[in-house]
């Protein structure tokens, strides 16, 4: 019998590594969305709101990688300089939301009794409460605009969180280290923001990255549906409204652009939080 | 004098829908003597840890109360002075090494976060070597100090809740199952550093377990516990060598070991169910 030496060798290290490449690929289209928002006017190659009337919905060519839209603007660009406010909202909508979340669910779970069926029941009804409509009930209250959609929509995500933050809080409390810690002294306060909050957060950030693509998504809706930014911004949702007009003639680029741009961000970010996650419960 | 008194202490559960209130513990109790040890047994559900749990504070009594050197510890304490006065008159190690310690923390953070709450007047370089003194009195390898508990057996794991509890020089400390979930020469060599900590110290020593012979090696009395009630209360010489109530002896009989046998236990669990029955 003869042995083929110059086949290669499959060990369970590059099994694992193949079987990785969604998270690693998802990782660098997270990585790039970032780089993008941060070095937006080094990186694009022209001014997102520079208006060409001679070159109005241009194909992609050498000059315009992605074509224009309908005012002549570079789109390669518009997508560039719209991963910021695209990502700051959507980073923005999630830390207001779990500020509030984690402190209602924590709160809940720590105190219990009446405060916790309070706290329980209020979530109840916001969480029954279709999230898109509550924001749009809070932009007829507040006007329209970035601020008022990515506040509304923090407020309809924050019981969710609240509901996952009390429901691993109180699995966390059972543990006896908790009890450890009150019976050495440590008030309720220093207790759950010094010591059972730490032990939250591995669980809490694989969740909190899912939202994050979810949140994303719902802010790109908002301002699709002219409730969020308003021109000339080029964040991706609006893109996606303005190219509208475009598909109607059989252009779809200025619309297909950052609908897909939207659409991988959100999928690369589900990808890496499920895989966030399960790494940080193997090591939990 | 008594550094520890428990006056008819009682817990009764309500019971989930339907069902009848359990009742945890009734009428416990007993002394103990500054550097004196307690044993309190019984089976699952007999009540042990409810009993544990209300000496430390952790569940509050529906009647009786529990004095720490005369002052009442069983109502929950309020302000910061307060919780850490109780902290030093009573505390406890849990039954499961596994999730009693925080798993973040290394032994050295651990220790020196207590130390920094209830010693604060101990400079870095006295609380590092405070920190070896109480590894050295549980038995623990100084190299084990930067060890994060995953990194730690069982038995390490325990000796680190034990210096974690000393750390704050408590009066009493309760054990609940503290060597139950650790193998039988671990056990030994806890009960061993249980007994000298208690001689060295002076520490009154509280000791929660289903097995009257892990009790027995470290308690000068035991207290007997079925279904919330104190059935049987004598220094542990005498009630290992004449069990006066049936529960009792069920319960001695049942542990296996020399001259075990089985068919005396099934006999003697016929006996206190009549017992039982007829009170």
Sequence with gaps: MTVDLTAPVVTATSTRRRQEWPFYLSAAVIVLAVIAAVLAPLVAPYSPSQTDFAALWQPPSATHWLGTDQLGRDILSRVIHGARPSLLGAIALLAVATVLGVLIGITAAWKGGWVDTALSRITDVMFAFPGLLFVVLVIAVFDRGQVTSVLGMALAYAPAIAKFTRSIALEEMARPYVDAYRLQGVGGAVLCGKYLLPNLLPTLVGYLVVLFGEGLMSLASLNFLGFGSQPPSSEWGLMVQEGRTGVIQGIVGPALIPGLTIAIVVVATNVVGVRLSDKLAVRK | ?279
């Design chain 2, 1 to 279: 004098m008594s550094v520890l008194a428990v006056d008819k202490l009682g817990k009764t559960f309500p019971g989930r829908r339907g069902q009848q209130p359990v009742v945890a513990a009734r009428d416990i109790s007993f002394l103990v003597e500054a550097g004196g040890s307690l044993g309190v047994v019984g089976e699952s559900g007999s009540g042990k840890t409810t009993v544990a749990r209300m000496l430390v504070g952790l569940t509050s009594p529906d009647q009786g109360k529990v004095m720490v050197e005369g002052r009442e510890t069983s109502k929950p304490e309020r302000g910061r002075a307060a919780r850490l006065r109780r902290a030093r008159e009573i505390q406890m190690v849990f039954q499961d090494p596994y999730t009693s310690l925080d798993r973040r923390l290394s032994v050295e953070s651990c220790l020196r976060d207590v130390l920094n709450r209830h010693r604060p007047e101990l400079a870095k370089a006295q609380a590092a070597a405070e920190i070896g003194n109480l590894l050295d009195q549980v038995g623990l390898a100084s190299k084990l100090t930067a060890s994060r508990p995953h990194e730690l057996s069982g038995g390490q794991r325990q000796r680190v809740a034990i210096a974690r509890a000393l750390a704050v020089r408590p009066r009493v400390l309760v054990l609940d199952e503290a060597v139950s979930a650790l193998d039988v020469s671990v056990q030994a060599k806890i009960l061993t550093l249980l007994n000298e900590l208690r001689a060295a110290l002076g520490i009154a020593l509280v000791f929660v377990s289903h097995d009257l012979a892990v009790v027995g090696e470290v308690t000068d009395r035991i207290l007997v516990m079925y279904r919330g009630d104190d059935v049987e209360q004598n220094a542990t010489a005498e009630l290992l060598r004449r069990p006066r109530h049936p529960y009792t002896q069920m319960l001695l009989s049942s542990a296996p070991g020399p001259g075990w046998q089985p068919e005396r236990v099934a006999e003697l669990r016929a006996a206190f169910a009549l017992t039982e029955g007829r009170s």
